[in-house]
């Protein structure tokens, strides 16, 4: 394999430094026993300078070893994660400085401590493969953290959405805003990208279920799953648009499954998706409804799902543009995304997709724990498939819910819609957004600061809550599916450290 020169430069600074601790020297002991200055010693180790062989021989020679030894990149066993890493893609695919990192102090980062750091990659490393962790799955942890560092909102991005929309959709006049359509969209893919639209049948050809669209750059051909819903159409057409109008080259060609070779890939598919929802949901338009649908006295859940429709919006599209006009139009941004799927029958609830911009305690998911059922991210989808198997219901349902944890009384607004998702797999799917309630918030929701009680709203229900049944001290719940065993763990620590301190 082929490293950088950086990367060379580094793994021969980590082994100089290792070989030169291991024998006892300093670094002033090894500059001077090899007729060499500390400061090009000290850069050495730091991977700034790699020498010429002659610098490299005296080196050598200083600490009673060949010169092959020290040339090689083979690294000891305690800097072996250190070297996986430098060998990894993680170095030369990841744009750090989208986190901030400048990449030559993260390399001066691994030689200044290169033992606690190659203890921190392999403690890292382990986690990652005792949960199974892929690469993809790695990437999108990534890329979720970085749309959180950025409250999920994107000025460049809106920026060419806007110049999208004023090229090819331009209000007219005093009219509205004219409709970024299928028919638009596929008509540009044609004429001005040359790029062919064909569907596929599931039917016909089932291991292709799963899979919504494809795009085929040696042949400039769009495949679309036939059986796509006309929004779900729109989307990856606009989608597609995305990807040609910014010139995104380095992409994943499958959706909704995505693999991805890079983070650039699975940035660049961000970034497409983010450029559709904003073509399709103007952020102007989006912004006047919400101001319409907050200013109001009471909360109604039918509205709320006729804006979605309104739009002609998935459900799930809808609350991620949320998640981008929220923040930094409401200034609204102590809130939480969630999707959950669930199969009618079944006691499991799969929690697909998440995002945090809340920099509170909020509603997050445990590894091997079960989620308090009392959220109405759980609950409407177990009153959806009471509905679909008695009463033959084949619609979207909205509710709104109030909860607050019953150890801290912090309290959150759950907004959730549950609808039938995947037919052929029996699935139905929630999509739920969490805003933390504060003065901010009850500002902005009109329906909040009523004269009523927050928690005896009379269209939103209140309930009390907490993080999951193993931490849970509420005894008598009726919705409890575990035993507190995480939290009586707690309290028998604490007993402890309490007779503890009674001995002294």
């Given at each position: 394999m082929n490293l950088p020169a950086d990367h060379i430069r580094l793994l021969f600074g980590l082994k100089l430094r290792q070989l030169r601790i291991?024998?006892?020297?300093?670094?002033s002991e090894l500059a001077q026993q090899s007729g060499l200055s500390i400061s090009y010693v000290t850069e050495i180790e730091k991977g700034r300078k790699y020498p010429k062989a002659d610098k490299i021989s005296a080196l050598a020679n200083a600490m009673q070893v060949d010169y092959d030894t020290l040339v090689s990149l083979k690294l000891s066993k305690k800097l072996e994660p250190i070297s996986d890493l430098i060998r990894s893609k993680f170095l030369t695919e990841i744009p750090l400085e989208l986190f901030g990192i400048d990449p030559s102090d993260l390399l001066e980062l691994l030689a200044e401590a290169p033992a606690k750091v190659s203890a921190m990659i392999r403690t890292f490393m382990d986690i990652a493969l005792s949960y199974n962790m892929s690469v993809e799955r790695l990437y999108l942890t990534m890329l979720r953290s970085y749309q959180e560092l950025h409250d999920n909102y994107f000025p460049e991005i809106e920026a060419d959405a806007d110049r999208f929309l004023h090229e090819f959709a331009?209000?007219?006049g005093g009219a509205s805003d004219q409709a970024v359509t299928e028919t638009l969209l596929a008509n540009l893919l044609k004429t001005r990208y040359s790029i062919h639209i064909e569907y596929f049948d599931t039917l016909t050809q089932p291991e292709l279920v799963s899979l919504r669209s494809f795009f085929r750059a040696d042949h400039h051909t769009l495949h679309l799953n036939a059986g796509l819903t006309a929004e779900q159409r729109s989307f990856i057409l606009a989608r597609e648009v995305g990807f040609q109008f910014m010139n995104l080259k380095n992409r994943p060609y499958t959706y909704s499954w995505v693999e991805a070779d890079s983070f650039e890939q699975m940035l660049n598919n961000y970034k497409a998706s983010y450029f559709a929802g904003a073509i399709l949901i103007r952020r102007d338009a989006l912004v006047s409804k919400l101001s319409e649908l907050f200013d109001r006295d009471t909360w109604s859940n039918e509205?709320?799902?006729q804006l979605i429709t309104d739009f002609g919006a998935t459900p799930e599209r809808f609350f991620y543009r949320l998640s981008n006009v929220l923040p930094s139009q409401f200034g609204i941004?102590?809130?939480?995304?969630?999707?959950?799927?669930?199969?009618?029958?079944?006691?499991a609830f799969q929690l697909t997709k998440e995002m945090h911009l809340s920099r509170q305690e909020g509603p997050r998911s445990f590894v091997d724990e079960h989620f308090c059922r009392r959220w109405i991210a759980w609950t409407i989808l177990q009153e959806l498939q009471f509905l679909q198997q008695n009463k033959g219901f084949d619609s979207t349902l909205c509710r709104a819910q109030l909860s607050e944890y019953a150890d801290s009384g912090q309290q959150y607004l759950i907004i959730s819609v549950a609808h039938a998702f995947q037919p052929q797999f029996q699935q139905n799917m929630s999509v739920s957004m969490c805003f933390a309630v504060n003065d901010n918030l009850?500002?902005?929701?009109?329906?909040?600061?009523?004269?009523?009680?927050?928690t005896a709203l009379p269209d939103i229900p209140f309930r009390i809550v907490n993080q999951t049944c193993e931490r849970c001290g509420i005894f008598d719940c009726r919705e409890r599916v575990a035993a507190p065993t995480v939290l009586q763990k707690k309290r028998q620590f604490e007993a402890t450290k309490k007779a503890m301190d009674a001995l002294r």
């Open positions: 291991d024998r006892g020297l300093s670094v331009p209000v007219s509205d709320f799902l941004d102590q809130l939480f995304f969630y999707r959950f799927n669930h199969i009618p029958g079944q006691t009850k500002r902005k929701m009109k329906f909040l600061a009523s004269p009523h009680s927050i």
